[in-house]
T-cell receptor, first 115, second 112 residues
Framework: SQTIHQWPATLVQPVGSPLSLECTVEGTSNPNLYWYRQAAGRGLQLLFY??????ISSEVPQNLSASRPQDRQFILSSKKLLLSDSGFYLCACPRGGGGTYNEQFFGPGTRLTVL | DAKTTQPPSMDCAEGRAANLPCNHS???????VYWYRQIHSQGPQYIIHGLKNNETNEMASLIITEDRKSSTLILPHATLRDTAVYYCIVRHGSGNTGKLIFGQGTTLQVKP
């Protein structure tokens, strides 16, 4: 079965500092990967998705970027954090890795607080 | 992907069935209905999905109307641990992206 790892679990960063959140997936190969964000009291918003190494699609304009350096690694980054970047960041992957019909599994998430 | 409409909140007594409605009047023929839930401070959890036939699994039942413009998620015997935000999502089953577009969902409060 596939497992999604995310770290760190929690993070407190000052405004203007850089950010790197990591997601790795076990138990599948060449998976579609997704980054979602949930601001406090809000719904989940899709930020980025990737269908393969080096392939990134951005869903909303923002202060963040994503990279896929390896097949099962997905990284979310920022050069300078804003207060509005605070939130709960979730990485997701479809069952079996592919997007067709399959339900998505979500990682445990990273809770980011920007002060 | 079709937009969905859900009530913002619902209450249910423990042990009773919880019936969560969802309207998706603009759904197209090749779009599936998915349900997820999110317990506080956790990632969303897949519950069930369907195209046009009713579906049942160990967690819930999904009833889709004949015109497919609405559906109902049924938790047959709600427990306190079922308190969560429930999301109804409509998306294409095929395609190479598989992305999910979440709405605001329904906050279900199961009460003792």
């Amino acid at each position: 079965s596939q497992t999604i790892h995310q770290w760190p679990a929690t993070l407190v960063q000052p405004v203007g500092s850089p950010l790197s959140l990591e997601c790795t997936v076990e138990g599948t190969s060449n998976p579609n990967l997704y980054w979602y964000r949930q601001a406090a009291g809000r719904g989940l918003q899709l930020l980025f998705y990737s269908v393969g190494i080096g392939q990134i699609s951005s869903e909303v304009p923002q202060n963040l970027s994503a990279s896929r350096p390896q097949d099962r690694q997905f990284i979310l980054s920022s050069k300078k954090l804003l207060l509005s970047d605070s939130g709960f960041y979730l990485c997701a992957c479809p069952r079996g890795g592919g997007g067709t019909y399959n339900e998505q599994f979500f990682g445990p998430g990273t809770r980011l607080t920007v002060l | 992907d079709a937009k969905t409409t859900q009530p913002p909140s619902m209450d249910c007594a423990e042990g009773r069935a919880a019936n969560l409605p969802c309207n998706h009047s603009t759904i197209s023929g090749n779009e599936y209905v998915y349900w997820y839930r999110q317990i506080h401070s956790q990632g969303p959890q897949y519950i069930i999905h369907g195209l046009k036939n009713n579906e049942t699994n160990e967690m819930a039942s999904l009833i889709i109307t004949e015109d497919r413009k609405s559906s109902t998620l049924i938790l047959p015997h709600a427990t306190l641990r079922d308190t969560a935000v429930y999301y109804c999502i409509v998306r294409h089953g095929s395609g190479n992206t598989g992305k999910l577009i979440f709405g605001q969902g329904t906050t279900l409060q199961v009460k003792p």
